[in-house]
């Protein structure tokens, strides 16, 4: 009933893009701090963006500055990620979250509510 669900992940070559959505059901999202964040095999969940619920600032990881762009469509409750010019590294499993405070924290454990991941994998 409560609910958030990524979705637009998928094979890519590098210097490819995607975008990513999470979707919200049941609450409002745009009351709410989002993250995305992102898990690739043997290493550990890192923080990729972040957008504010009170302004709707953004953070990057330096990762990922300059090509990946965090947003909002409150008419569709959600969040989107575009990614472009990506790279093998950036292939992980993509999370998005909620936290109930209205600034971004960049950290993982700050998050109350996720979602179940979307593949996204970036090979030639």
């Known amino acids: 009933q409560v609910q958030l669900v990524e979705s637009g992940g998928g094979l890519v070559q590098p210097g490819g893009s995607l975008r990513l959505s999470c979707a919200a059901s049941g609450f409002t999202l745009r009351y709410y701090t989002t993250g995305w964040f992102r898990q690739a095999p043997g290493k550990e969940r890192e923080g990729v963006s972040c957008?504010?619920?009170?302004?709707?600032?953004?953070v990057y990881a330096d990762s990922v500055k300059g090509r990946f762009i965090i947003s909002r469509d409150n008419a569709k409750n959600s969040v989107y990620l575009q990614m472009n010019n990506l790279k093998p590294d950036d292939t992980a499993v993509y999370y998005c979250a909620t936290d109930d405070v209205d600034y971004c924290s960049g950290t993982e454990f700050d998050y109350d509510f996720w979602g179940q991941g979307t593949q996204v994998t970036v090979s030639s």
């Open positions: 957008i504010s619920s009170s302004e709707g600032s953004t």
